[in-house]
């Protein structure tokens, strides 16, 4: 843990040296995800719900997805970057080092430009969650944060997995992030609305809904049930398959030679 | 021109190698498409009435703009060229007998162009044997289809265009990143690439549609559904043909500008 907030310290300085750049890509960050915002403002005005659903529900689910995605994407970045950690013989550096090696990875990039993303998350929830009309009881506000932390659980698998088959591949694999990307874009509404068949799919193989729909439900009193509360619980066993896949791709890692 | 065209012709061959990234763009972008389109349906179920168009118009809309994504998106950039400035490799380009900006707007065109064949047949394909209000349906009528090409091949223009404008901004900021993101993120939504501009309120859909962003995507699939016919079309194609020459004038002018300031560092 240590260690990490040394590498933590080492990141915010190295991207405190190109401060314009940084404010830049952090505002581009901000713009990026209220282009999102923008597009529920003016479609939930026009129809006014979704799904049963009124405007200020959308906007919570919303800001909870969106700062599960920004702290996925802030902390486990190395992942997401793997290729070229392989491409440029970066891998073969870590494997020789005494250190936990999904440790190092991890440690390989920290990306504080998110936290544009956090900042706009903040206000929404500063907007949508006294108008919601949810009461915020211990076992509500127990959940809103069993969400999130569960939501990083998620993306980090997801991430994870995409680092495994660069083993592979070598090349990142484009289309896996229909479901990073995509668990984002589409997951700012519930993902009932977009129909039985996906809602199943991001049940029960890729657990988006576990930590998104489920607990949402309990969240704004459409259930009292408590399973639904809990179903973040489940998705953290997601970690489970991806952890045996980066194992079995590190057992056939072969350097690049480069 | 010869020179630029035999341009065109490498990077088109370069492309057409790499067909296994085009499989993975192209099942990334149906996905899309169909998540968007469930997505639109669950609004179209909660008022039918406050729909701006047919629930097919949407679904050519949506279905024209996955497979041809490559063409109009503006985060489409060249890496090599914001290396090439960043490395300083310029200095290259720039005693190579052609004209920068040309060479660079030739580049840039080719890529989108060699991208989007690659993928928006299959897409469209399957696209169109899809059950009903989610098919890709056909063109309104010839005359429409013709505009709509017409329309298209402006909007590459303009696209490339405004990309350029991107890449001779990076002369001055050096680090790319940051630029890059305002630059894009809300053209996506001003073009109406995140949703057709017929869903905002009218005085933003006025705006816009008065706007360069609003000429890159929206209008040419709009013409394509026939939401768009007569003089509002000969309207619009008029108002592409502007945009493409202020922009593409701006961007030479600005180059010229920048070139002149600018230092290689040695190495």
């Given at each position: 843990m240590k260690l990490y907030l040394k590498y933590f310290q080492i990141h915010l300085h190295s991207q405190m040296q190109y401060k314009v750049?940084?404010?830049?890509?952090?505002?581009?960050?901000?713009?990026l995800s209220f282009s999102a915002f923008l597009e529920i403002y003016f479609m939930m005005t026009r129809f006014h719900t979704v799904?049963?659903?009124?405007?200020?529900?959308?906007?919570?689910?919303?800001?909870?997805?969106?700062?599960?995605?920004?702290?996925?994407?802030?902390?486990?970045?190395?992942?997401?970057?793997?290729?070229?950690?392989?491409?440029?013989?970066?891998?073969?550096?870590?494997?020789?080092?005494?250190?936990?090696?999904?440790?190092?990875?991890?440690?390989?990039?920290?990306?504080?430009s998110r936290i544009g993303r956090f900042i706009q998350a903040a206000i929404i929830f500063a907007y949508?969650?006294?108008?919601?009309?949810?009461?915020?009881?211990?076992?509500?506000?127990?959940?809103?944060?069993?969400?999130v932390i569960?939501?990083?659980?998620?993306?980090?698998?997801?991430?994870?997995?995409?680092a495994s088959l660069c083993f592979f591949t070598t090349e990142g694999l484009e289309f896996l992030n229909i479901f990073t990307d995509g668990g984002r874009e589409f997951g700012k509404y519930p993902f009932s609305i977009y129909g039985e068949g996906v809602l199943k799919l991001f049940t029960y193989i890729i657990p988006l809904a576990l930590f998104q729909y489920y607990p949402f439900l309990y969240l704004i009193g459409k259930t009292e049930d408590i399973k639904y509360m809990l179903a973040p619980l489940i998705a953290f066993l997601f970690l489970i398959p991806c952890f045996m896949l980066w194992h079995f791709g590190l057992k056939h890692y072969k350097s690049t030679g480069s | 021109m010869k020179k630029y065209l035999s341009f065109f012709r490498i990077r088109f061959n370069l492309l057409l190698q790499y067909r296994g990234a085009a499989y993975a763009g192209m099942v990334t972008q149906f996905f899309w498409g169909i998540m968007t389109l469930l997505m639109f349906h669950a609004f179209y179920e909660a008022d039918p009435n406050a729909f701006p168009?047919?629930?097919?118009?949407?679904?050519?809309?949506?279905?024209?703009?996955?497979?041809?994504?490559?063409?109009?998106?503006?985060?489409?950039?060249?890496?090599?060229?914001?290396e090439e400035i960043t490395s300083g490799g310029v200095a290259y380009s720039l005693v190579r007998p052609l004209d920068l900006y040309t060479m660079w707007f030739t580049k840039n065109a080719a890529t989108r162009l060699a991208k989007a064949t690659l993928r928006?047949?299959?897409?469209?394909?399957?696209?169109?044997?899809?059950?009903?209000?989610?098919?890709?349906?056909?063109?309104?009528?010839?005359?429409?289809?013709i505009c709509f090409i017409g329309a298209m091949l402006l909007a590459l223009i303009i696209v490339v265009a405004y990309c350029m404008l991107i890449y001779i901004a990076t002369f001055?900021?050096?680090?790319?990143?940051?630029?890059?993101?305002?630059?894009?993120?809300?053209?996506?939504?001003?073009?109406?690439?995140?949703i057709p501009l017929a869903f905002l309120p009218t005085y933003l859909r006025t705006l816009l549609e008065w706007s360069p962003f609003g000429s890159m995507v929206n209008?040419?699939?709009?013409?394509?559904?026939?939401?768009?016919?007569?003089?509002?079309?000969?309207?619009?194609?008029?108002?592409?043909?502007?945009?493409?020459?202020?922009?593409?004038?701006?961007?030479?002018?600005?180059?010229?500008?920048?070139?002149?300031?600018?230092?290689?560092?040695?190495?």
């Open positions: 750049s940084f404010f830049l890509t952090v505002i581009g960050q901000f713009i799904n049963d659903f009124p405007f200020e529900e959308v906007l919570l689910c919303f800001a909870i997805v969106m700062l599960a995605f920004a702290l996925a994407e802030c902390f486990v970045r190395g992942f997401d970057g793997f290729s070229s950690i392989l491409g440029n013989g970066q891998f073969d550096r870590i494997l020789v080092r005494p250190r936990n090696i999904i440790f190092q990875v991890l440690a390989t990039k920290i990306e504080l949508a969650i006294p108008r919601c009309q949810i009461i915020w009881s211990a076992d509500k506000i127990f959940t809103l944060i069993l969400m569960s939501g990083v659980v998620v993306f980090s698998g997801l991430f994870i997995i995409y | 168009m047919t629930f097919r118009q949407l679904s050519a809309y949506i279905w024209i703009q996955q497979s041809t994504i490559a063409l109009l998106m503006v985060w489409f950039l060249e890496n090599d060229i914001f928006f047949l299959p897409i469209l394909l399957i696209a169109s044997l899809l059950p009903d209000p989610y098919r890709m349906s056909l063109p309104a009528s010839g005359l429409s289809f001055h900021t050096m680090n790319p990143m940051g630029i890059r993101l305002v630059a894009t993120s809300m053209t996506e939504f001003f073009s109406g690439a995140i209008f040419p699939l709009q013409v394509y559904n026939g939401n768009i016919q007569g003089m509002a079309l000969l309207q619009g194609l008029l108002l592409q043909l502007f945009w493409a020459v202020v922009l593409v004038w701006i961007g030479k002018w600005w180059m010229q500008q920048s070139l002149k300031k600018v230092i290689v560092q040695g190495g």
